[in-house]
């Protein structure tokens, strides 16, 4: 929802997918995104996580759901849940919740790659985003440690080895 809601209301793509699995989620767009425009995205998405905003889900009346600007994938019969994120989303969803953003944890944007004429972007949330961000600072001290430079040197570390064994 965090980031759906963000690449809606800023870039006006639709969620035309989603996948979660025990490794990563996917979400997919109907538009194209650029480096720039998901760091962004993940700033904000974490901005939300960090405010710990509430989360609201319920279910308005006929004549109060058309006063309400919300995302929905398809037109919808029946009794409509309408989860509420603060300021970031608003959508139809039956789906369990948490009630606070902050409950998600931190969020991280790990690739995007065009699919179907928009992005599939992978992520990561709250412990397999933190346990994703240790092993990663596992392996580049690992590898400040074989080259003798600090870690924020280590990609000109390598690219100098690399140099040296090009000689």
Request: aromatic share 8%.
């Amino acid at each position: 929802h965090i980031i759906s809601g963000i690449v809606n209301k800023i870039y006006g793509f639709d969620n035309v997918g989603f996948h979660l699995s025990e490794e990563f989620a996917t979400i997919d767009f109907n538009g194209i995104l650029d480096r720039e425009q998901l760091d962004q995205i993940e700033i904000l998405a974490n901005k939300c996580v960090f405010e710990n905003a509430d989360i609201k889900a319920y279910y308005p009346t006929d004549a109060e759901l058309e006063n309400i600007k919300y995302r929905s994938k398809k037109e919808l019969d029946g009794a409509i849940r309408i989860v509420q994120i603060g300021d970031t989303d608003i959508c139809a969803c039956c789906a369990p919740h948490v009630s606070c953003t902050g409950e998600i944890g931190m969020i991280k944007l790990l690739d995007a790659i065009r699919y179907k004429g928009g992005m599939r972007i992978h992520f990561l949330a709250g412990s397999a985003a933190l346990e994703h961000y240790r092993t990663v600072w596992t392996d580049v001290a690992t590898l400040s440690a074989l080259l003798s430079v600090p870690q924020s040197d280590v990609v000109e570390g390598l690219k100098k080895r690399d140099a040296e064994i090009e000689k």
